[in-house]
Every structure is written in C-alpha cells, then in structure tokens.
Antibody, heavy 121, light 107 residues
Framework: EVQLVESGGGLVQPGGSLRLSCAAS????????MHWVRQAPGKGLVWVSR????????SYADSVKGRFTISRDNAKNTLYMQMNSLRAEDTAVYYC??????????????WGQGTLVTVSS | DIQMTQSPFSLSASVGDRVTITCRTS??????LNWYQQKPGKAPEVLIS???SLQYGVPSRFSGSGSGTDFSLTISSLQPEDFATYYC?????????FGQGTKLEIK
C-alpha cells in the first residue's frame, strides 16, 4: 500500500525554522518526482516546490524561493522541506505529494495526510 | 503564472443531480489539467488527469473534458459521498496553479 506520512510541523515564531519530513512506503521513491503543496486554514491549495526523482532538479514558488529548500534521501525513502525565515503567511497544512510524471504529464496521484505549520509569536 | 478561474465558487445540489464545474486558464495548457476532490480534514485525491483520464478506482459518474483554455468536470448523478470541494490544477508550466475551489453542498 502506498503511504506518505509527513512530520515535523508545529508552532514556530516568525523568523524561525522548521524541517518537514515525508516518509514514503509501498513504492520506490527514487522513481518519482515529489512535491510539496500547502493549504492555509480555510483556503485553497497552493503549490510550493518540486524535486526530480534523483534530486538533480528543484523548483519553487516565488513566495518561498530563497527561504525553503526541498531535498530527498531516496535510500531512506524520505522527502524533506527545510523552511527558514518563516512568516505568518507560511501558516498552513503542508502536504507532500507523489507525481508519476508519465509521458510528460504530471499530477499528484498520492498525498500524505498533511502536517500543520503555525507561524506566530 | 497561469491563472485559473474556476466556477462556480459554491454549488448546492441534490442526490441524483447532474452537475458541472468549469475551469478556465489564462493561456492554453493543451490538456495538462487535473481535477481533485477534497473532503473536510482530508488530503485531496486526484479524480481526473490529462483533462479526461479517469484515475483508477474513481467512479465512472465522474468525467472530464476540454482542452486549450476551457475545461469541465461533470458528475452525472450525485451520490452522498460526492459532497466535497473540487479543485482544478494545471501541470503545463511552473508554478503549477490551482483553481480557487468549488464547494459542492447538499440542497
């Protein structure tokens, strides 16, 4: 069974840092692109970042560029998001999502349950 | 960035109704359009990818159509478990963007 389990969320002060993890099981992580998507309370979905299957390529939304870093350890079947210089507007549930990237088409075919990040003093 | 305009924002319907949700993009995305369903407190689930390909396990009452800039998601006969929020998402160009969501409620 495919599973993605996020962890690492919590309450952090503005300017602080957090590291999110997404543990993958039931499939070979190294075969898939992976993404982070966030959802502020009561709001819609926003794409945050993606990383290529072998970790050689990364992309970010402008709102997090220079502050967030996506990475992966395929040997440990884990995806990460290092979040620095956090702002109140980063408060959201963060989801990791799998992207099969088949024949040039992308979608998010499996999602984790999400981890809540709250940035507040 | 590619802008997504999803309508309606909310929709009230009854079990057995046929409903359609539309999504318009600010530029052509060919058929790189996905639809997701999200229930309260849960992660989204993909229903349709590449505009019209039904994901494995998704009931056949769901269908998608469109290409270029205009897309639609149709539920042919609403079931109680279909009341949720639906999002379109383009995967043609980064940053991937989502529609603002359509909340489907029971009449």
């Amino acid at each position: 069974e495919v599973q993605l389990v996020e962890s690492g969320g919590g309450l952090v002060q503005p300017g602080g840092s957090l590291r999110l993890s997404c543990a993958a099981s039931g499939f070979t992580l190294s075969n898939y692109w992976m993404h982070w998507v966030r959802q502020a309370p009561g709001k819609g979905l926003v794409w945050v970042s993606r990383i290529k299957s072998d970790g050689s390529s990364t992309s970010y939304a402008d709102s997090v560029k220079g502050r967030f870093t996506i990475s992966r350890d395929n040997a440990k079947n884990t995806l990460y998001m290092q979040m620095n210089s956090l702002r109140a507007e980063d408060t959201a549930v963060y989801y990791c999502a799998r992207d099969p990237d088949y024949g040039g088409y992308s979608d998010f075919d499996f999602w984790g349950q999400g981890t809540l990040v709250t940035v507040s003093s | 960035d590619i802008q997504m305009t999803q309508s309606p924002f909310s929709l009230s319907a009854s079990v057995g109704d046929r409903v359609t949700i539309t999504c318009r993009t600010s530029q052509s995305i060919r058929n790189h359009l996905n639809w997701y369903q999200q229930k309260p407190g849960k992660a989204p689930e993909v229903l349709i990818s590449a505009a019209s390909s039904l994901q494995y396990g998704v009931p056949s009452r769901f269908s998608g159509s469109g290409s270029g800039t205009d897309f639609s998601l149709t539920i042919s006969s609403l079931q109680p478990e279909d009341f949720a929020t639906y999002y379109c998402q383009q995967s043609y160009d980064l940053p991937y963007t989502f529609g603002q969501g359509t909340k489907l409620e029971i009449k």
